[in-house]
């Protein structure tokens, strides 16, 4: 309880560079796996003797959305990002938050400058994205320093400003959202798998999906079997629809699960047991042709 | 925008009973489907033109968990309930609550007596649940009559506590968890339906599940159009651990998925493509044999 | 409970203009001065019997803090505001938000541009706002025109970024933090009380102050008794610290309390007796030298 | 940051006796007066330099209801507490809690008995607390047996009906308000303070306000300087209503603010001239016969 692993002792504090300028830093951590077990003795009490294994009870309580074990796990980062990032961050609600403030002091002349791989067009597909393909390599370096020229153009105007004294609260507004800013974030573990599992998604922007992979790194090494049955029944889950179901209910027709496709992915006991209940829902519900 | 729908104005106010004594009654509530849309439409602007239909766009971002719009609607109730249901139902933060307080009133003679049939023995499977088949009716009988008399005993002693002038804070100790206690309820409908979700599962216990599917009733006349992308994606939706699509891609191995099977599912446009993708994916990732 | 009074209904939709481009509109709104008493009285039930006037109740629940019937009544509005200041906005947890997204959208020409009057020179005395009298005249219009100027080119950049088909989320980077966005907010009105008490205050910027004002001015017609407790036991309310109220006692000493003044000043019944008992206290508590 | 200071080491899962049979333990910290300060330094940066001293930063930060830095430092508590105590407490909706189950578990034998002094009569003026004078002796005592019968009643009776295996979801369920419960209750600094400005409060009931002490205690020992300011601008200040300040204006007329009071009561610097300001407008605004 009193001190840190070695491993996540290593982690605190450092530098974890995320685009040209930002970074994360884990600053503090309270709580590991086994403050997420003894959370849930408490609260299950007996409903967990059986589970004699804590790997097999965090894996029991991530499968059935017994969340609140995990919100007894609290992380506190340090993070510096563009301002469009941080204003995706913001929306999350349920973490704690020091800003850096425009108001009280002198932005510095730090902007992030996309790679020029990174500027590519509009997503045909997705409405709020990019596409896979870059721009052709003379147009993204030509467009990369004119974002550049921008950002130095602004941010001496910004400083002019300041030298006629306008105030600062004023004097930033005309600075651009590629900005970096800076803050403190503390969010426990339960809200912080949420904002992964978000961010973490192809549908996120880039940039921020950065951020969320590099905060996952750290997790994975903090909490390591929570994070293994986040990957296993939440990031790497798949649900399908009720329309779905009926099509799932055809294909799988007449298809054999057997005790040994059971075992060979590694699933047994109760799990299985949910597994079979949850095939036969399916071909019962969703196959009017069963018979 | 400013009055209820006639279906609407024919709810509020109405008790729908629960338990023996309880109900739910529907005070207010702002807001209806074309409130989400509308929402929707200054959250994705030009990103939402092409779904021309609110109940597509509906769907579209219950499919995708853009869960915000959904916050934009509000429900208020008046709810009865025994104290032990309460405490279930308060888990839920992201409400506002105002409870009928012992401290300045005094409790009412009103305790939930269970149905006989629904005396269950302790579940066999289910850790935190009752069992299927009920207690025997002569047992069941003699145990509701046990209950009965204790709780007029209890509420016999609370008065006499009362009449020696003992503080109601006091005096309300000894009164049980079967006692009725009342509050208004006040929730948006995107943190309604996680309620909804998780206390309508067969998990959750009986009395708490009465009240659930009764609120549900009321939703589904509030905003059919987004209680009828809840319910296929959502409460009907069937969600797959990495473990199980490894069983999956071996079962669904060599079936065919066919234009026809999408179209008697309904299944089309964008939502037919993402499940192509997605089962597509499992067998790519998950099956191991698969060339 | 079902229709708006004429007040109200007159106000939803309208735009109250706020800075040079940007609004306030009521959308919608659940409850009024009623639904804060009713709920107070399911909580409070025979506690409130004695005060038999909803002006009275409202009243004693403000002046004591019982915050849970404010939360019975929620505002939705629309609102379009600077970007810098939607970033201040957005601290506010507990609102729901769906802002325009410029990942789905194009962003519109729309920048704040201060008036000459408002480019103030850093304050000396408070370290995060501006001072009281504006910058020279000549120098304001100049450096109003000089915002102008590259607001204007930040748009024309924007637009050619966008026509090389950058794609929407990296054209955006460089647009600066006076552009204009819009959002629906939700509030309930203890959390909309708390807001406007921060951002009403004179050390809130002046651009988000106008916007409280603003929403105050719609409050007050939707719940005017509410409003009117607000003003008086919270707006218009000074707190003395512990070694204020040292000095306060020596200053009070050998002073008067008189039936008379307290019936001039409109303070009555619980209310007077409160405050005797306050004044008493801070005399036997901080004057050292009392008897 | 990597290990606990002596004195909080030292309290560490200790138990604190709150009751007959209920405790409170804390389990865990994050961080400590320096993590308050660390905080508003990134938040407020040069705005804080001038303020080179911890204890004055701390202070300023509670004085102007900074309240953001104080929610960096999070408590984690193991609690034993009566039931109808756990059901006040639990309307503090920022807070994480895991309970023990009363459908995983069986319920232990352990229910709050109170002392026969703690035996008030209802308050005649406090509608919802009781009077200070306790019953009569006799009386109480007699009344004390009572209930300690009433609650081995009901444990046996619930022990039978779990001998006839009917489901603990429904044998616990006229057990009563007085059995202990027990539960990890994490939330951070400010909503801690908040929760403790409401349970310590003379309105709360005795019970809760013995576990807000000991909290207190507690907190003191891990936060020494934000405890302190917590005291002089929060726990210990006034507060004055409009209508109030009416009547102090009246009562203050003609007093004279000298140096030397400020000096003696220990202000000084910002602080004095923010306390010199209050009392002008005090009277300016309130004074009517002011010249």
């Not at 994360?24 to 086994?34: E, K, N, P, Q, T």
């Not at 992030?112 to 390599?137: D, I």
């Not at 699960?257 to 399916?282: P, Y």
Request: aromatic content about 10%; glycine content about 4%.
């Amino acid at each position: 309880m009193s001190s840190y692993r070695p491993e996540v002792a290593a982690l605190l504090g450092k530098e974890f560079r995320c685009l040209d300028k930002g970074f994360v830093r884990l600053i503090d951590v309270m709580g590991d796996d086994a403050a997420i077990v003894q959370a849930a003795r408490v609260s299950y009490g007996e409903g967990t003797r059986s589970v004699s294994d804590d790997r097999k009870l965090i894996r029991y309580l991530m499968r059935h959305r017994h969340t609140s074990p995990f919100e007894m796990v609290e992380f506190k980062f340090h993070i510096k990002l563009p301002i469009f990032v941080a204003r995706q961050w913001i929306r999350h609600r349920t973490a704690n938050v020091n800003e850096y403030s425009g108001r009280y002091s002198i932005m510095r002349q730090e902007f992030y400058l996309p790679e020029p791989e990174q500027l590519r067009p509009q997503s045909a597909l997705n409405k709020q994205g990019r596409a896979e393909e870059p721009l052709p390599p003379d147009l993204a370096e030509q467009l990369v320093t004119r974002l550049r020229q921008t950002q130095n153009r602004l941010y001496a105007e910004y400083q002019e400003l300041l030298q006629h004294n306008l105030a600062r609260e004023l004097a930033r507004i005309n600075l651009p959202l590629s900005l970096y800013t800076e803050w403190y974030w503390k969010i426990d573990l339960h809200n912080l798998f949420h904002f992964l599992q978000l961010r973490m998604d192809e549908h996120a922007q880039y940039e921020i999906r950065l951020y969320a992979h590099t905060i996952a790194d750290i997790v994975k090494v903090v909490v390591p079997l929570a994070w293994e049955a986040f990957e296993d029944y939440v990031l790497g889950a798949v649900t399908f629809s009720r329309l779905e179901q009926r099509i799932l209910a055809r294909l799988l027709r007449g298809s054999q699960l057997t005790d040994r496709l059971l075992e060979e992915a590694g699933l047994e006991g109760r799990e299985a047991r949910e597994f079979r209940q949850k095939l036969a829902r399916i071909l019962r519900e969703h196959d009017e042709e069963a018979p």
